[in-house]
Each structure stands twice: as structure tokens, then as C-alpha cells.
């Protein structure tokens, strides 16, 4: 089993300048990016603590409770690995195109196109898959009422918009 769930360096928080703005506006821009950067940190450090916690529990539990073979920890952490890193890169992405604008000579007259543009990708999905596959992210659980299935796709609804649009 590897010993490290996600490797996320810290991302530290330089103040920026950006002479073109206004100090009320360089104020609100430096604490907006403050907070992202120290939430973004949180999340690493939290998906680093957790991640390795609950995929040494899985395994333990897979192997011994249910004698499943190996290749199903490995999946589950590879998939939990992807998105952790997934919302990291997400959270940097999103900073960058941040920093990006506030260091134009104007910020406040460039156009919103290109930094849309940078946001609207999400780092580490391949933009030639366009559809997720109808079974991501989802678990079939009894209903409880002996008719059969519910198919639970709370995150798969979330994500789909996302990834329908054009680049």
C-alpha cells in the first residue's frame, strides 16, 4: 500500500500589489484569495489525514470482513486519490486565473471571456469525454419498500452541467 494518500505542497499566499486597483478593491481581492488559499490548504491537509485513514480502514475491511482481492482498494483509492487531487488543482485553477487578471494593467476593463474560459474546464478530466457515464457515482440501495432499487446520483447531477459545455 503506498504511504501517501495525496501529495499536495502547501500553497502560500502572496498579497498582490495591483497599482490599478483601488485599495478598497486590492483589500477585498487579497482576502478573497487569502481565504481560498487557506481552505485550499485545509482540504489538503484534511484529504491527506482522512484519505490514508479511511483507505487503510477499506482495506482492512475488504480483505478481511468481505475476502475481496486487493484490486478493489486499489480501485476505490485510486478514485478517491483522483478526486481529492481533482479539487485541489480545481482550487488552484481558480486562483491562478484570479491572480492572472488582477495583474493586468486594468483589471477592471479586461474582458471576463478569457478568464471564464480558463474556468470553465475542470483540471484533470479529459475535455473529449463530454457525458459521464450514467453509473458514476452511483450506489444502488434498497428503497426499502421491496420494489426494487433507487439509483442515488447526487453528484453525478451535480457535475454533468459542467461537463457539457463547450470549451
Not at 139 to 167: C, D, F, Q, Y
Request: hydrophobic residues 35%; glycine residues 6%; proline residues 7%.
Amino acid at each position: 500500500m503506498p504511504g501517501e494518500f495525496l501529495e499536495a505542497k502547501p500553497r502560500d499566499f502572496n498579497p498582490l500589489t495591483a497599482p490599478a486597483l483601488t485599495k478598497e478593491a486590492r483589500d477585498g481581492v487579497n482576502a478573497a484569495l487569502k481565504a481560498l488559499s487557506t481552505w485550499r490548504n485545509e482540504i489538503a491537509d484534511t484529504n491527506q489525514k482522512n484519505g490514508k485513514k479511511v483507505v487503510e480502514q477499506m482495506a482492512a475491511a475488504a480483505a478481511a470482513a468481505l475476502g475481496w482481492p486487493e484490486q478493489v482498494v486499489n480501485a476505490a483509492r485510486t478514485q478517491l486519490q483522483s478526486i481529492a487531487d481533482m479539487q485541489i488543482k480545481t482550487m488552484d485553477q481558480l486562483t491562478d486565473a484570479w491572480e492572472e487578471q488582477i495583474k493586468l494593467p486594468n483589471p477592471m476593463t479586461a474582458s471576463p471571456s478569457t478568464m471564464l474560459s480558463k474556468l470553465k474546464s475542470l483540471p484533470g478530466v479529459d475535455s473529449s469525454r463530454r457525458r459521464i457515464p450514467s453509473n458514476y457515482g452511483c450506489n444502488s440501495l434498497s428503497n426499502g419498500s421491496g420494489h426494487g432499487e433507487t439509483r442515488w446520483v447526487a453528484g453525478r447531477s451535480a457535475i454533468e452541467p459542467l461537463m457539457n459545455e463547450k470549451p
